[in-house]
């Protein structure tokens, strides 16, 4: 499978550019002379944010999307009764009594208080929404 590197957090991009060498391949050049292998970093352009390195690609990306976790989920907000397009005014007149008003839910046919809200929930489109 082949990784992909995430976004920064800042919201640049990543490349990935050669590394410094490892603790041990320079350790390998001090002390006994030999050309370390090549290392790869991932690096933000826009930020600079970078990695540490690694002798290979996968490493780095993994570390990379380690550093630059994928944002939570937004919320959604729930539409309130009150607000909602489904909700149905109804009027009610008994016999000897005051004439009165109901809210009723056009999916569920219940009453609904004004805080309630169910998985029908739509805004009601005002002036200036957007139609969603
Ligand atoms: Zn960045």
Redesign the pocket.
């Known amino acids: 499978m082949k990784m992909k590197l995430r976004k920064?957090?800042?919201?640049?991009t990543?490349e990935i550019v050669d590394g410094e060498p490892t603790e041990l391949g320079a350790k390998m050049l001090r002390e006994y002379g030999l050309i370390p292998s090549r290392t790869y970093k991932a690096v933000?352009?826009?930020?600079?944010?970078s990695t540490a390195s690694f002798p290979y690609g996968d490493e780095v990306k993994a570390d990379w999307n380690r550093l630059?976790p994928l944002p939570l989920r937004k919320y959604v907000r729930v539409v309130r009764c009150k607000d909602c397009k489904h909700r149905k005014e109804r009027h009610y007149e008994e016999s000897g009594e005051k004439p009165y008003i109901k809210y009723e839910c056009k999916f569920t046919k219940y009453s609904m208080s004004d805080d309630g809200f169910c998985s029908f929930g739509a805004r009601m489109i005002k002036d200036g929404d957007k139609n969603e």
């Open positions: 920064c957090s800042c919201g640049g990543a933000c352009s826009s930020c600079g944010k630059n």
